[in-house]
Nanobody, 115 residues
Framework: QVQLVESGGGLVQAGGSLRLACAAS????????IGWYRQAPGKQRELVAV???????NYADSVKGRFIISADNAKNTVYLQMNNLKPDDTAVYYC?????????WGQGTQVTVSS
């Protein structure tokens, strides 16, 4: 199993920045993938950014150039630096990791961007 604990959400004005953190119980190097999803009210959960096999990074088109995902393997922590935030980025952000047949989620952290 993998335990994930998110932190760093909050309220920010449009154009501002936030950094989310996901503390994992295993090193990101040994996970098939670890990343961030988000779910806005009335919408399906969607992928935001992910690190696959410890090195390959993918972003949703809507956040490319604004969000950066990174990992501190010594701290078993993955970060999502979110810049130039827009009201459409408002959602609950979830950390997710996959290893083998397992698919694990954190409890989520709310990000609200005001216009």
């Amino acid at each position: 199993q993998v335990q994930l604990v998110e932190s760093g959400g909050g309220l920010v004005q449009a154009g501002g920045s936030l950094r989310l953190a996901c503390a994992a119980s295993r090193s990101p190097l040994f996970l098939n993938s670890i990343g961030w999803y988000r779910q806005a009210p009335g919408k399906q959960r969607e992928l935001v950014a992910v690190i696959r096999s410890g090195s390959t990074i993918n972003y949703a088109d809507s956040v490319k150039g604004r969000f950066i995902i990174s990992a501190d393997n010594a701290k078993n922590t993955v970060y999502l630096q979110m810049n130039n935030l827009k009201p459409d980025d408002t959602a609950v952000y979830y950390c997710n990791s996959k290893i083998g047949w397992g698919d694990y989620w954190g409890q989520g952290t709310q990000v609200t961007v005001s216009s």
